[in-house]
């Protein structure tokens, strides 16, 4: 099942994501934006075995300055990932969709296509659309 995941990532995710024009690293991606990133990872479940694979999406924006201000001790991180920007914005894939919780679930009973097809609707769909309203960094102001 770590093959087909792995698999996903590479003829599914990866593809979505740089057509995005997000960069990846390992299962991460980031986009710079003027002032902030968005960010990306798809994150396995620890509870994985050889025979089941369960992963989901979560997404973040992250704000550099606003890090540095917060932990001024600390580097910025090279690569942010969705566990360093502010909760308020974080979601995962079932907050974007606003359903219940989302796994996409790898074991012998999986239908591949079916799957990989319900990933690349979710990001052409929900994670670009979530993406798409954070343009400029004024659309982070409160009025």
């Known amino acids: 099942m770590q093959n087909l995941f792995k698999e996903i990532i590479k003829e599914v995710i990866s593809p979505q994501m740089k057509s995005l024009e997000f960069v990846k690293s390992g299962n991460n991606f980031l986009r710079h934006e003027d002032g902030f990133q968005k960010t990306?990872?798809?994150?396995?479940?620890?509870?994985?075995?050889?025979?089941?694979?369960?992963?989901?999406?979560?997404?973040?924006?992250?704000?550099?300055?606003?890090?540095?201000?917060?932990?001024?001790?600390?580097?910025?991180?090279?690569?942010?990932?969705?566990?360093?920007?502010?909760?308020?914005?974080?979601?995962?894939?079932?907050?974007?969709?606003?359903?219940?919780?989302?796994?996409?679930?790898?074991?012998?009973?999986?239908?591949?296509?079916?799957?990989?097809k319900e990933i690349k609707w979710d990001i052409e769909w929900y994670i670009r659309k979530h993406f798409d309203q954070y343009k400029e960094i004024h659309n982070f102001m409160v009025r």
């Open 40 to 116: 990306m990872v798809v994150q396995s479940s620890q509870w994985n075995t050889s025979e089941k694979v369960s992963f989901t999406i979560e997404c973040g924006i992250f704000f550099p300055d606003l890090y540095l201000k917060i932990f001024p001790d600390k580097d910025l991180p090279k690569f942010p990932q969705p566990v360093h920007c502010l909760h308020q914005f974080r979601k995962r894939i079932d907050q974007i969709r606003n359903k219940g919780p989302q796994w996409y679930e790898l074991d012998s009973n999986t239908e591949e296509d079916k799957l990989k």
